[in-house]
């Protein structure tokens, strides 16, 4: 079957920096995105890699390891704003999206 | 309006109702999706639309039904649900399905219960 595991919850620092994994097995590979959800708002979309390696946008960055089947996003300067849940889906063979069950970040301050 | 809108935000309903929800997107986007989201569990593909076609149905039960008039409406009709459907129902829509490089803009949900 096709799987995305990620962490259930992290709790992090406001100021200091929160690294989010993603580990996948899914049938065939077309990319990998991520999504942030605010409590009771639509998912938003942050990010998007295929090909092996790291993206940078700002202050957040994405990498992925498409023979480990795995990836991690990559938050800097946490902020208070940053608490939401990560979504992780990977589009298989079928160009579907195959969503993990996502990871709630908690920033204190 | 702006982006992807669904209406209503809530709905209550009870198991014999019938209701439907409605989703528009002024993004000029070909594709429309239904998802379902449950508390900690992965997002549920449903229903998918591109060109106003059903491609996919992920063997949904038959007291959903959807409904595409055209690329920018996209509605699912609710009727004899069961209580485990409660859930929040969420709609995006991207520029075509079946394609990695266009990512999926998403609404605010349709927050279900069925007592």
């Known amino acids: 079957g096709q799987n995305i595991d990620q962490p259930t919850e992290m709790t992090a620092t406001e100021g200091a920096i929160v690294q989010i994994n993603c580990t996948y097995q899914?049938?065939?590979?077309?990319?990998l995105f991520w999504y942030q959800q605010h409590a009771g708002e639509a998912p938003t979309f942050l990010s998007y890699?295929?090909l092996d390696g790291l993206e940078e946008k700002g202050r957040f960055s994405s990498f992925l390891s498409r023979s480990k089947g795995y990836s991690y996003l990559l938050l800097k300067e946490l902020q208070m704003k940053d608490s939401a849940s990560y979504l992780c889906?990977?589009?298989?063979?079928?160009?579907?999206?195959?969503w993990g069950a996502g990871t709630k970040l908690i920033i204190k301050p | 309006e702006t982006g992807v809108t669904q209406t209503p935000r809530h709905l209550v309903m009870g198991m014999t109702n019938k209701k439907s929800l409605k989703c528009e997107q002024h993004?000029?986007?070909?594709?429309m999706y239904w998802y379902k989201q449950s508390a900690k569990k992965p997002l549920e593909l449903m229903f998918v639309?591109?060109?106003?076609?059903?491609?996919e149905n992920n063997s949904v039960p038959s007291r959903f039904s959807p409904e595409c008039p055209n690329s920018s409406h996209l509605f699912l009709h609710l009727h004899t649900l069961q209580p485990e459907d409660s859930a929040l129902y969420l709609c995006?829509?991207?520029?075509?399905?079946?394609?990695?490089?266009?990512?999926?803009?998403f609404g605010p949900g349709t927050r279900l219960t069925v007592t």
């Open positions: 890699n295929v």
């Open positions: 899914t049938s065939g590979f077309n990319g």
């Open positions: 889906a990977v589009m298989d063979s079928n160009y579907q999206l195959i």
């Open positions: 639309y591109n060109f106003k076609e059903q491609t």
């Open positions: 993004l000029g986007h070909n594709a």
């Open positions: 995006a829509s991207s520029q075509r399905a079946g394609d990695s490089s266009y990512e999926q803009y």
